[in-house]
């Protein structure tokens, strides 16, 4: 028997890699925002996840700094995006936590504990155009191949095309929530600003993930 793990200390690589790509597509994301919002989701997610990416210390494991980039993103972000993804790595951080090594199941139990946090604090369904459209696929997705036994790199790549499917679905929605529910009708036809950073952040886990993901003997 083996199983595909990746070690606790890709921590500082995985919030690097995710501070890295939410600035590459912070444009993208903002000029997404400026059609329905306010158009400061690319610089509100940028500030946020660069910020921790220099706070994050060099030798500390997942959980922690994962911790590092919630609690930055809790404290000196505005905009919805602030708390609803502070809680989501606030969750992920404590799951990870006591975790030498993260294997796919712990994985999934990290994003489900994530996306429960996000749903509990935001009060977002299923259909409400926001990062939950993202989010509630992309988890019923990894639950769903855990179960029938694929492997940790088949689950990634599968969440990962996942989110990007549910992230174009968004286009078609009217949003109920946020401050895009105040042009409501006029929000179909644009991509929810939340739900393209939502598929951002799980790409960017699935590609740090992906890339130190071993294979460890079990007895
Ligand atoms: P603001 O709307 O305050 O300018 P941002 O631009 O940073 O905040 O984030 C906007 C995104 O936040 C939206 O595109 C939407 O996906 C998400 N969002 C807003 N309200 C909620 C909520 N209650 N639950 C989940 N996501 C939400
Ligand atoms: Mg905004």
């Not at 599968?158 to 929000?187: F, I, Y």
Request: aromatic share 4%; net charge negative.
């Amino acid at each position: 028997m083996s199983r595909e793990v990746v070690p606790s200390l890709i921590g500082p690589e995985v919030v690097n890699q995710l501070a890295h790509d939410i600035a590459e597509a912070a444009p993208y994301l903002s000029e997404l925002d400026g059609a329905t919002g306010d158009g400061d989701h690319g610089i509100n997610m940028t500030k946020g996840f660069s910020l921790a990416a220099s706070r994050v210390d060099a030798s500390s494991n997942l959980s922690a700094c994962l911790d590092v980039l919630s609690g930055t993103l809790i404290d000196d972000v505005g905009g919805a995006m602030g708390p609803l993804y502070g809680v989501f790595f606030e969750a992920l951080a404590a799951e990870a936590s006591g975790h030498e090594w993260i294997d796919a199941a712990t994985f999934a139990a990290m994003l489900e504990s994530a996306v429960r946090a996000v749903l509990e604090i935001g009060g977002a369904t299923l259909g409400d155009k926001t990062l939950a459209d993202v989010l509630i696929p992309s988890l019923d997705d990894v639950s769903t191949r855990l179960a029938a036994g694929d492997p940790f790199d088949e689950i990634l790549v599968s969440m990962s095309a996942t989110a990007e499917q549910s992230r174009d679905a968004t286009k078609d929605l009217v949003a109920r929530l946020g401050r895009a529910s105040r042009v409501a009708e006029r929000s179909r036809g644009h991509i929810d600003a939340g739900a393209a950073s939502c598929a951002v952040i799980l790409q960017s886990l699935a590609v740090t993930l992906r890339r130190r993901l071993t294979v460890q003997p079990q007895i």
